[in-house]
């Protein structure tokens, strides 16, 4: 990775969105163009902190826009993670993530208020069960997201 200057530390809040049943809500990512091209994965909803905004009032923020879901509290992070990640326009930053985790009675995802870009990447979202996290071959972000799950039972 060429990098001539310290990487932009990149805040996200990401979002384990629970089920009744305790499935995981995970968006299947799918990049077509550009420095991703090429790559699939699956990631939990959730993005960039914006300017004076908290983890917390990100992680509602994104939970409403990538999910249509409402709520007022996402409590404290149940988890976080720092790596070098490359963003779809080839940028690489010092992701800074913390993880919540919001229990739905409601398994409906509404992609009313989703961006262009999350429009173009995300092409399609499943609830997983623990046992399927833990057999599938595909890609999951984070690679630790059964540790996090477990503490829940």
């Known amino acids: 990775m060429p990098c001539d200057s310290p990487l932009r530390i990149r805040a996200s809040a990401r979002l384990l969105v629970l089920d009744p049943s305790g499935r995981l809500l995970l968006f299947r990512f799918v990049h077509d163009k550009g420095a ?5 994965y699956w990631a939990t909803p959730g993005g960039e902190v914006d300017p004076g905004e908290t983890f917390e009032q990100a992680a509602i923020r994104e939970l409403f826009e990538e999910t249509g879901l409402r709520v007022e509290d996402v409590g404290a992070p ?15 930053v010092l992701a800074d993530e ?3 985790i919001v229990k739905t009675e409601n398994g409906v ?16 979202h499943r609830w997983w069960s623990r046992a399927e996290l833990a057999q599938t071959k595909d890609v999951i972000f984070p690679e630790n997201i059964l540790e996090m799950l477990a503490p829940l039972g």
Request: charged share 25%; proline share 0%; glycine share 10%.
């Open 109 to 124: 995802v509404s992609r009313e208020h989703w961006t262009a870009l999350e429009r173009e990447v995300m092409s399609e």
């Open 36 to 40: 991703l091209a090429g790559r699939s």
């Open 98 to 100: 913390r993880f919540f």
């Open 78 to 92: 149940v988890g976080q993670g720092t790596f070098v990640l490359q963003l779809a326009d080839g940028e690489h």
